[in-house]
């Protein structure tokens, strides 16, 4: 009686186990899914990701199939406390936000270049107070290592499936005020031509009466004139 109870026991905890040799945690991608996505959701930072999947995602992570079963960390090295990079986010504040320094925050996030340049908007950071990260196998380079110094969590690649520029936004920020303070001096330009028009308008009516003036008096000069 007990054989077949212990039959299904047995089953039951090899279905439990991974079927990726190391793996710790994994996930069956879906519709939709892209790698920021997964590792949002799923408290995994990008660098772990990438690295427990180095052989079977690509760089760009575009090769990702619905009903995939990939790695989201290997056993002894992962980092479930995480955190999704925002717009004007740098290194020295994610860690003092997260109780953590920042040579630790770089160590668990080997992606990060020596200035904290690189970092994207949507990317996943590991903020663990341990050190628990998987170092970079031989030949292989961690996307997101090679954007370019000065994006500055404001790109992001074109895994996430959008892009934000902050620098666009300010320049066309800029644009707008410089029209606006066009349109300001258009106005202040007409003012002065409406201003000049009315001058120009008393003094001729200063001038006439004037001349009005001078005129009566000339009358009055001649009709003494006669009196005499």
Same mark, same amino acid.
Do not use: R
């Given at each position: %009686? ?8 047995l089953a039951g905890f090899a279905a439990a186990q991974s079927t990726i040799p190391g793996c710790a945690r994994e996930y069956t991608v879906q519709e939709g899914d892209y790698c920021d ?23 760009? /992570?575009?090769? @990702? ?15 479930? =406390? ?8 740098? /290194?020295? @504040? ?11 925050? %770089?160590?668990?996030?080997?992606q990060i270049d020596d200035n904290c340049w690189n970092l994207y908007v949507g990317e996943v950071l590991c903020t663990s107070k341990d050190l628990l990260v998987t170092p970079p196998p ?8 090679? @954007? ?67 005129? =009566? !008096?000339? =009358?009055?000069?001649? !009709?003494? /004139? !006669?009196?005499?």
């Open positions: %009686m007990l054989a077949p109870v212990v039959a299904l026991a996505k997964i590792s949002a959701a799923h408290n995994v930072s990008s660098y772990q990701l990438a690295v427990s999947n180095y052989q079977t995602i690509n760089d760009g /992570c575009t090769n @990702l199939v619905p009903g995939q079963v990939i790695c989201l960390g290997l056993t002894g090295a992962d980092c479930a =406390e995480t955190y999704s990079v925002q717009s004007g986010d740098y /290194c020295d @504040l994610i860690a003092s936000n997260h109780g953590v320094n920042t040579t630790l925050l %770089m160590a668990n996030n080997p031989a030949g292989w380079t961690p996307p997101g290592s090679n @954007l370019d110094d000065g994006d500055f969590a404001d790109n992001v690649p074109d895994n996430s499936g959008s892009t934000t520029t902050t620098t666009t936004t300010a320049a066309t920020t800029t644009t707008k005020a410089a029209t606006s303070n066009n349109q300001s001096t258009g106005k202040t330009s007409n003012d002065t031509k409406d201003d000049t028009k009315d001058d120009t308008k008393d003094d001729t009516k200063d001038d006439n009466k004037d001349d009005g003036k001078d005129d =009566e !008096e000339a =009358e009055d000069d001649d !009709e003494d /004139c !006669e009196d005499y």
